[in-house]
């Protein structure tokens, strides 16, 4: 007999906010995780665009580890694992830092091919007239290269993170209750689990939706016609780009001031 | 003999190049290209398309290794420095710092798109020689000014046509403070009407003193402006003269050959 009631209880009604809890420990590992990945991808993607061997060589077996094997069995290996590499059974990663450092790792290794497609696609001549001024790999990089791949990056980038909300369901095997773990533990426990699990699906949907309309207003702002129609205002291109504070150019703001 | 004294006496040498061999595989690019520029002296390198014209320029500036012989910057070593008699490549930084005093002009302008016009005449001076902003930018808008485009200041490189973009590219350059400027073709990819707007910056920066180092196929700029011209072929220097010797008294076949085609 399916309960609807239940549903309803853990959607709206639940003085323990059971499923809010466990909907921010899903938002927070993803960000973390995503964040960590990016910055990890960054540096993975530099060092496998690299001419020297020592450095291209451990990215590419890098990147060919996390991509070739299961995130699942990545994070087992983590977790039952490296209490036996450094032979002391006592030590115990606690399970967020277990699950975080597995994500991180696997996230940046697909971080570092988007991030590695990103600067390809800018113009070789960008980095040769930023070195012909003087600037270093670094510096041009950062300045010149890095502002101009962030156009490719973030749409790719904003699927990876959409991605990382729902891959995130893996942290419930090592009993990290997360929305899936919280649905199956007490779900099993008081034989409601397909309400539960319903109820982790909505609080999942909502979770991808929002991210959908952040993701597709972050897009908005990228695209090159927008920037076009912005170019005269005179903020700087990170706040033109995420959109800070800047009045939408013929848009709400002129018809405010003409009331 | 020693860096050092190879370069004593020769204090008004801007750029010299013993030897340049730069090859791409199996292809030699250039063999053997010997090349001295003085202060405030325009060199103009012409020749036929695949001559190693660019390879010579982004040779000068470390844009490309060289795979023998010696360039140096004011006397100083580019690219490479010495150790135990033997050629090493120097550090990034010092590589960097040369090439900041080396101004270079693309064929294709290569601007930075994500950046205004005033915005790329800015970055380097403030990132690179850590000049302040408020300084650095008066004298950007002043530089703009001086190539024609001080009302561009705040338009993105897209907005502009190709020949205020290379305008703007110069600018950027000479943004730097560069003892010298490398022009490579700087005006082939533009149309027709919009090269002499830029030949006129180029001409202008000639008759201030700039010392120069033109790949061009402009004979009348040529002509005009340089001291200096050098004929290329097939990866090495084939003649080199004053504009009259090379224009009106060309001794070697090639050169009459190459000149005859284009006027
Ligand atoms: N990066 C490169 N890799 C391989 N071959 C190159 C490269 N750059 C130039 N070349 C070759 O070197 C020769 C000289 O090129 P270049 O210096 O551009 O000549 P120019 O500027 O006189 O037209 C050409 O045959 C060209 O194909
Ligand atoms: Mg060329």
């Known amino acids: ?259 | 003999m020693s860096v050092q004294q190879q370069n004593n006496g020769s204090s008004r040498e801007m750029v010299r190049a013993e030897k340049i061999v730069k090859r791409f595989g199996n292809l030699t690019v250039l063999n053997g290209v010997d090349l001295s520029v003085k202060r405030g002296e325009v060199v103009v390198v012409i020749g036929p398309s695949g001559s190693g014209k660019t390879t010579l320029l982004r040779c000068i500036n470390h844009l490309e290794k060289i795979d023998d012989g010696r360039i140096y910057i004011e006397g100083e070593l580019m690219g490479y420095r010495e150790k135990n008699g033997r050629l090493v490549e120097d550090s990034e930084a010092n590589i960097a710092r040369i090439r900041s005093q080396v101004g270079f002009v693309f064929q294709r302008f290569n601007l930075f798109p994500h950046l205004t016009a005033l915005e790329n005449v800015i970055e380097a001076p403030i990132h690179v020689l850590h000049e302040p902003r408020a300084e650095v930018t008066g004298r950007a808008l002043a530089l703009l000014d001086k190539v024609g485009l001080a009302d561009k200041a705040n338009a993105y490189p897209h907005k502009l046509s190709g020949g205020q973009q290379q305008r703007v590219a110069i600018a950027r350059a000479l943004a730097m403070n560069p003892k010298i400027m490398l022009f490579d073709e700087a005006t082939s990819a533009l149309d027709p009407e919009l090269v002499g707007e830029v030949l006129k910056v180029m001409k202008q920066l000639a008759e201030e003193g700039m010392t120069m180092v033109v790949v061009t196929h402009e004979m009348g700029f040529a002509r005009d402006v340089c001291s200096h011209v050098i004929f290329m072929d097939k990866a090495v220097i084939v003649e080199e003269g004053t504009p009259e010797q090379i224009f009106e008294h060309a001794q070697n076949e090639r050169t009459r050959n190459f000149l005859g085609m284009i006027s």
Request: glycine share 8%.
């Open chain 1, 1 to 259: 007999m399916f309960e609807w009631n239940t549903v309803w209880h853990f959607l709206f009604a639940d003085p323990n906010h059971l499923f809010l809890i466990a909907a921010w420990r899903t938002l927070w590992i993803s960000v973390v995780a995503q964040l960590c990945g990016v910055i990890l991808g960054l540096f993975l993607a530099l060092m496998r665009m690299s001419r020297f061997p020592y450095l291209n060589g451990p990215a590419r077996g890098y990147i060919w580890f996390f991509r070739g094997s299961p995130l699942l069995v990545q994070v087992l290996l983590l977790w039952d694992g490296l209490p036996r590499i450094i032979n002391n059974p006592n030590f115990l990663l606690p399970d967020w830092a277990c699950i975080l450092v597995a994500f991180s790792l696997n996230e940046g290794a697909y971080m570092a091919e988007i991030v590695r497609a990103g600067i390809t696609s800018v113009d070789v001549g960008q980095m040769e007239a930023a070195k012909s001024l003087g600037m270093r790999y670094a510096l041009a990089m950062r300045r010149i290269v890095l502002p101009q791949a962030a156009r490719v990056i973030i749409p790719p980038l904003g699927n990876e993170f959409n991605n990382m909300l729902k891959t995130t369901s893996i942290a419930s095997v090592i009993g990290l209750l997360e929305l899936t773990g919280t649905a199956e533990v007490y779900g099993s426990q008081n034989f409601v689990i397909f309400e539960l699990l319903i109820v982790a699906t909505v609080f999942y949907l909502l979770l991808t939706t929002i991210w959908g309309y952040i993701q597709s207003w972050i897009e908005n702002r990228l695209d090159p016609n927008r920037t076009i129609k912005t170019e005269l205002d005179q903020k700087s291109w990170a706040a033109r780009m995420l959109g800070f504070g800047s009045p939408r150019p013929g848009g709400a703001g002129t018809l405010a001031s003409g009331r």
